[in-house]
């Protein structure tokens, strides 16, 4: 836990009821134990891509489709969101919850390891969000930073770990390498002179990065 249980009940009292899909869509990752974005977190993406005034996004983890859901309703009909994700089945879910939702035609789905996926993409993309295997997120971030123009947004999840982060050393949930990954993106992101960047303890801690001027391509 990153905040107190105080803050953390205040959050949760806050947020408005969840529609039916998206509540069935978070019972669906609770009771499969599918890691999905927390709604604090799906709410900052969809804020963040309302104040951007994205259109092109990109995405490195479907799992379900709840971070997807919360990213494709923040964008104009002809705004697309391209999501990576390596399970078939966790895709095809995410694929019907879509189209339940009547997004289907913002969301281009990739069933493809990001890494190779990225590669291929053309920017400029107006937000990206990273939330895949920890210990290859320098990985996604050589190829996202390409594909990121002047002013574009930049979301990570999962940095600060459940404070583990902070703490150098392993609570059973994250492993040393995961722990020591994050800490070496998180120095990297907040120093890199391309990015203007904060790490914020939303959810499991978020860095929120946007692409400056002077770094765009």
């Known amino acids: 836990m990153i905040v107190t249980e105080a803050v953390r009940d205040y959050l949760g009292a806050s947020r408005r009821d969840p529609d039916p899909l998206l509540a069935e869509m978070e019972a669906h990752g609770a009771r499969e134990h599918i890691p999905i974005v927390m709604p604090e977190t799906g709410q900052l993406l969809q804020v963040l891509a309302l104040a951007r005034g ?5 995405e490195v983890g479907t799992a ?6 919360y990213l494709a309703r923040a964008l104009p009909p002809d705004g697309t969101v391209v999501t990576f994700e390596i399970d078939p089945k966790r895709q ?3 694929r019907e919850y879509l189209r339940r939702a009547s997004l289907e035609e913002r969301v281009e789905l990739r069933l ?3 890494r190779s996926g990225l590669a291929a993409l053309d920017g400029p993309f107006d937000l990206a969000f990273v939330d895949g295997s920890k210990t290859e997120y320098s990985d996604y971030l050589e ?21 583990t982060v902070a703490e150098a050393h392993s609570d059973g949930s994250w492993s040393e390498q995961q722990i020591a990954a994050v800490q070496m993106l998180n120095r990297r992101l907040v120093e890199d002179e391309r990015l203007t960047a904060t790490i914020t303890p939303i959810g499991d801690g978020v ?6 001027r002077e770094g765009a391509g």
């Open 112 to 114: 493809e390891d990001a």
């Open 64 to 69: 379900i489709g709840v971070s997807t859901l």
């Open 92 to 94: 095809a879910a995410a």
């Open 207 to 212: 860095l929120i990065a946007v692409r400056s």
């Open 143 to 163: 190829l996202l930073l390409p594909l990121l123009g002047e002013r574009s947004v930049l979301v990570v999840d999962n940095v600060l770990m459940g404070g």
């Open 54 to 58: 994205a259109r092109r996004v990109v």
